[in-house]
């Protein structure tokens, strides 16, 4: 079975600081990659995606992940952040060829103005 | 194209009582997966839709139990509540055809239940 770890429960940020959340999982078959992100008062949705291809995947509002498969890592990176940015944010992997998703316990990142 | 809806979104029951959650998948989405996010935790896996039969299941008792109409819609029914069963439960729709090799949901809002 799959596990996923994320290192920070925690991160408070100031405005245009640079981000990055870690993420490890463990799996010993081939995975797709998943960071979710979920605003105050919002539903889950997706952030950024590795399937194949490029490790270094870019997503929505400026953030990008790589993925180091001999790190079994998959962090997430933003070099500016906004205070819109203010989010819990979940590292997901998916071991291919099923359709579910297991979730690491999610960083909670507060941007102060 | 209406997304991920559940109903309802807040409810409050007692310990031993039964519950019913419902959710309308995404247009075009086929597959139906339910997870328990309990406060200050990630979403957990509860089981898959698919069919209308559950295809995986995660590390849930048996008082979990779910049912997929054939307009893809699903229950998911929780029986003699605990009061470890307080969470919000998520709701999220795939599809077989586009989504099997891929792990990509998309998520309702959830219902928020709590056990008193």
């Known amino acids: 079975a799959q596990s996923v770890s994320q290192h920070n429960h925690h991160v408070i940020l100031s405005e245009a600081a640079s981000l990055e959340l870690g993420c490890n999982y463990s799996?010993?078959?081939?995975?797709?990659l998943f960071w979710y992100v979920q605003y105050p008062g919002q539903h889950l949705q997706l952030l950024l995606k590795?399937?194949?291809?490029?490790?270094l995947v870019k997503g929505i509002k400026g953030f990008e992940a790589e993925f180091i498969k001999s790190k079994f890592s998959f962090n997430l990176r933003k070099p500016s952040v906004q205070w819109s940015d203010t989010a819990e944010y979940f590292c997901?992997?998916?071991?291919?060829?099923?359709?579910?998703?297991?979730f690491g316990k999610g960083t909670m990142l507060l941007v102060s103005p | 194209d209406a997304g991920v809806t559940q109903s309802p979104t807040h409810l409050i029951k007692t310990r031993g009582q039964q519950v019913t959650l419902r959710c309308s998948p995404k247009?075009?989405?086929?597959?139906v997966s339910w997870y328990q996010q309990a406060l200050g935790q990630g979403p957990q896996f509860i089981f898959q839709?698919?069919?209308?039969?559950?295809?995986q299941r995660g590390n849930f008792p048996d008082r979990f139990s779910g049912h997929q109409f054939p307009n893809y819609s699903s229950e998911l029914n929780v029986n003699a509540l605990l009061l470890g069963d307080s969470a919000l439960y998520l709701c999220?729709?795939?599809?077989?055809?586009?989504?099997?090799?891929?792990?990509?949901?998309?998520f309702g809002e959830g219902s928020r239940l709590t056990v008193l």
């Open positions: 997901d992997v998916n071991a291919q060829g099923y359709s579910t998703l297991t």
């Open positions: 839709y698919y069919e209308e039969e559950e295809r």
């Open positions: 590795y399937f194949s291809g490029d490790p």
């Open positions: 999220a729709s795939s599809s077989q055809r586009t989504g099997r090799n891929t792990g990509e949901l998309f």
């Open positions: 799996y010993g078959g081939t995975v797709n």
């Open positions: 247009s075009g989405h086929d597959t």
